[in-house]
């Protein structure tokens, strides 16, 4: 279920909004059912940035892994890249408490919680080296809106910690296409972005490694939901090995008061 989380927050934020906070609801469905429900609050400026995301399973999902969290990020910028100074995500899968939270003094991460241990997981550690460099989900996200607002094309690579994983993420645009009308999404013409994510290191050591580091590929089409809106993904496709492909679809998407600072 994280890949699913962590390729729609990838693409969810690829235009900046200085004035204004906005939020998005999107649903993931699969075979017709409705597996996850995600609302979204980005708020970006020169200044910085923060993020929020709530997380919950609905249906199948549900009964298979249920689950809630929330996640939030902040930080700042380094010329175009995102330079980020806190993250937590906390939540329960499955009746079990989830938690990590990360910083980063001098630009390296440091895990400051994780809960359960990666040694109660049985996970193997990602290596120190590997966690240099790298950015949490949300900060890679806010690079993402950064890097298309001044290009104006999709097109970014990030490598993500999360406290537990490494991982590699790449997205490219290849055109625009007409969304049709469904189950009451968003629909219209929109930029057609394709990606990539693949974990290179934080496996779990009763995993198939070959399995597990398989690249996961997919498509978001992105586009402003109303006039005078930023652009935000208006469907995902993403592929899973639970239930095939599953499709993220836009709801609506307004915008909101800004928060005051972000507080661990």
Same mark, same amino acid.
């Given at each position: 279920?994280?890949?699913?989380?962590?390729?729609?927050?990838?693409?969810?934020?690829?235009?900046?909004?200085?004035?204004?906070?906005?939020?998005?609801?999107?649903?993931?469905?699969?075979?017709?059912?409705?597996?996850?429900?995600?609302?979204?609050?980005?708020?970006?400026?020169?200044?910085?940035?923060?993020?929020?995301?709530?997380?919950?399973?609905?249906?199948?999902? %549900?009964?298979?892994?249920?689950? $809630?969290?929330?996640?939030?990020?902040? /930080? =700042? &910028?380094? +010329?175009? @890249?995102? *330079?980020?100074?806190?993250?937590?995500?906390?939540?329960?899968?499955?009746?079990?408490?989830?938690?990590?939270?990360?910083?980063?003094?001098?630009?390296?991460?440091?895990?400051?919680?994780?809960?359960?241990?990666?040694?109660?997981?049985?996970?193997?550690?990602?290596?120190?080296?590997?966690?240099?460099?790298?950015?949490?989900?949300?900060?890679?996200?806010?690079?993402?809106?950064?890097?298309?607002?001044?290009?104006?094309?999709?097109?970014?690579?990030?490598?993500?910690?999360?406290?537990?994983?490494?991982?590699?993420?790449? %997205?490219?645009?290849?055109?625009? $296409?007409?969304?049709?009308?469904?189950? /009451? =999404? &968003?629909? +219209?013409? @929109?930029? *057609?972005?394709?990606?990539?994510?693949?974990?290179?290191?934080?496996?779990?050591?009763?995993?198939?490694?070959?399995?597990?580091?398989?690249?996961?590929?997919?498509?978001?089409?992105?586009?402003?939901?109303?006039?005078?809106?930023?652009?935000?993904?208006?469907?995902?496709?993403?592929?899973?090995?639970?239930?095939?492909?599953?499709?993220?679809?836009?709801?609506?998407?307004?915008?909101?008061?800004?928060?005051?600072?972000?507080?661990?």
């Amino acid at each position: 279920m994280w890949r699913v989380l962590l390729v729609l927050l990838f693409l969810a934020w690829p235009a900046m909004v200085p004035a204004e906070a906005l939020r998005a609801r999107y649903e993931v469905h699969a075979a017709g059912m409705v597996l996850l429900e995600l609302e979204a609050r980005f708020e970006l400026a020169e200044a910085g940035y923060q993020v929020e995301t709530q997380l919950r399973t609905r249906g199948l999902a %549900a009964m298979v892994a249920s689950g $809630e969290q929330v996640s939030r990020a902040e /930080g =700042a &910028w380094a +010329g175009p @890249a995102p *330079r980020p100074r806190h993250f937590i995500s906390e939540g329960v899968w499955r009746g079990r408490l989830r938690r990590i939270a990360l910083d980063w003094p001098g630009g390296d991460a440091r895990v400051l919680e994780l809960v359960p241990p990666n040694e109660e997981e049985e996970r193997e550690p990602v290596p120190e080296a590997m966690r240099r460099g790298t950015v949490d989900m949300l900060s890679a996200l806010a690079g993402l809106s950064r890097q298309v607002a001044r290009e104006g094309r999709c097109a970014a690579t990030a490598p993500v910690y999360d406290g537990r994983r490494r991982s590699d993420f790449e %997205a490219r645009g290849t055109g625009r $296409e007409v969304i049709r009308p469904w189950r /009451g =999404a &968003w629909h +219209g013409e @929109a930029l *057609r972005c394709d990606y990539e994510g693949r974990q290179v290191a934080g496996f779990r050591r009763d995993q198939d490694r070959s399995q597990a580091a398989e690249p996961q590929r997919g498509t978001a089409w992105i586009a402003a939901p109303f006039v005078g809106a930023p652009f935000v993904p208006v469907r995902v496709d993403i592929p899973t090995r639970w239930f095939g492909t599953v499709t993220a679809i836009l709801l609506g998407a307004e915008p909101v008061e800004r928060r005051p600072q972000f507080v661990r």
